[in-house]
């Protein structure tokens, strides 16, 4: 259930019912590789770029704020690492009430759907959305298809996994993408949330650009892009390509132009 609280965030997060969302939670998932290092440039470059809020983990808040440019603040609620013993087992690594004190608009929360640790995580997702709402607080659910024989790809699984999201209270849902707009269809109709997609493991311009654009014309709400976006060598100018689709409706062609990059392959 909405209230004045959480539509006046997730204003703040997004524009005009659209969000181009850059999350940079990845130092706790990988280190601090290329694009974290010097996060507070990172942050800077992606917001003049276009973005419309970016991610961390609650520690990060304090090299957030004076680099966003006015921008939206997400603070992720769970985490793992590539070196531990299992990446989908996300733990708490924060709370809602944590959000609020370091200057948050919104929180998330991964959970992988099919995967051993589902049961658990999916306790815990109901439980940040019980407590998001004594704060009016939007809640970001990152639901994947993750799991032992769960293609990760499939409409199907991706569409159960957004349907979790609104079950369990969530405002916005963020998933992987189906491969092309039309199956990608079924997983926005899956919901009535606003569907937004993670990038992946970076690829080339045009790829990032052309999925942005198949996520909009099957009906999708915007993107949730880390490493596609924090990593390119020019993070303001994916930025402006990527808000160019979601903001402004431009074909691939024109947002790449528009931000310089057209010559990509």
Do not use: C, W
Not at 198 to 208: F, H, L, P, Q, V
Not at 257 to 262: E, F, I, M, N, Y
């Amino acid at each position: 259930m909405t209230t004045t609280g959480i539509d006046a965030r997730l204003d703040r997060i997004g524009t005009d019912d659209s969000y181009v969302i850059i999350p940079m939670d990845h130092g706790i998932t990988m280190g601090a590789v290329q694009g974290l290092k010097d996060i507070e440039s990172t942050i800077d470059g992606v917001t003049r770029g276009g973005a419309d809020a970016v991610l961390t983990q609650k520690g990060i808040a304090p090299r957030v704020h004076e680099n966003k440019n006015d921008k939206g603040y997400i603070v992720h609620l769970n985490g793992s690492t590539t070196i531990g013993p299992d990446e989908q087992d996300k733990r708490m690594t924060g709370t809602v009430e944590e959000a609020v004190r370091v200057g948050a608009d919104a929180v998330s929360f991964h959970i992988n759907v099919g995967s051993d640790h589902e049961p658990d995580q999916i306790a815990q997702l109901a439980e940040v959305t019980e407590d998001a709402q004594r704060f009016g607080m939007p809640v970001l659910a990152m639901a994947y298809a993750r799991g032992p024989g769960v293609d990760s790809a499939d409409p199907e699984a991706l569409g159960h996994a957004v349907r979790l999201a609104e079950e369990l209270g969530a405002d916005i849902v963020k998933t992987g993408y189906s491969g092309d707009a039309e199956s990608f269809q079924h997983v926005v109709e899956s919901t009535r949330l606003p569907v937004i997609i993670a990038g992946g493991s970076k690829g080339t311009d045009r790829e990032t650009i052309e999925m942005v654009r198949g996520t909009m014309d099957a009906g999708g709400a915007g993107i949730s892009m880390g490493r596609s976006i924090f990593q390119h060598e020019d993070p303001e100018a994916i930025a402006t390509a990527v808000s160019g689709v979601v903001h402004e409706d431009l074909s691939t062609e024109e947002a790449l132009s528009k931000a310089g990059l057209a010559l990509e392959a």
